[in-house]
């Protein structure tokens, strides 16, 4: 499992919408460039920069440059601690739902 100092950095990262919403741009790209998130969203160049920047801290982006220009690409391995960790609650969930069948069997046979 990962360590909770790197789930933390991650949820970290996709609390802020606008952050979010860089992201879910750049997943639903092949490459895009920092100009190219800049004309998709509200804010300033600087401001996608400091997005993009957290986002590489917490391993859910990579970049790529190229001549002036920089690339970024998503990692989806990225998410794979809050993943694991979120699989943590599977059994929690998995409990609650079968008590919750069975409880709606025995309300409605």
Same mark, same amino acid.
């Not at 998130?37 to 969203?41: C, D, F, N, P």
């Given at each position: 499992m990962e360590t909770t100092e790197t789930v933390t950095t991650i949820m970290r990262a996709l609390a802020d919408p606008t952050r979010r /919403?860089?992201?879910e741009r750049i997943v639903r790209a092949r490459e895009v460039t920092v100009i190219e998130?800049?004309? /998709?969203?509200s804010v300033t160049q600087g401001a996608v920069s400091q997005h993009l920047? /957290?986002?590489k801290q917490a391993g859910l982006v990579s970049d790529r440059p190229?001549?002036?220009q920089v690339f970024y690409s998503a990692r989806p391995e990225g998410l794979a601690p809050l993943i694991d960790w979120?699989?943590?609650y599977d059994l929690f969930w998995h409990e609650r739902f079968t008590n919750l069948r069975s409880l709606l069997k025995d309300i409605d046979p």
């Open positions: /919403a860089v992201f998130l800049t004309r /998709a969203s920047k /957290a986002l190229e001549g002036r979120m699989q943590h």
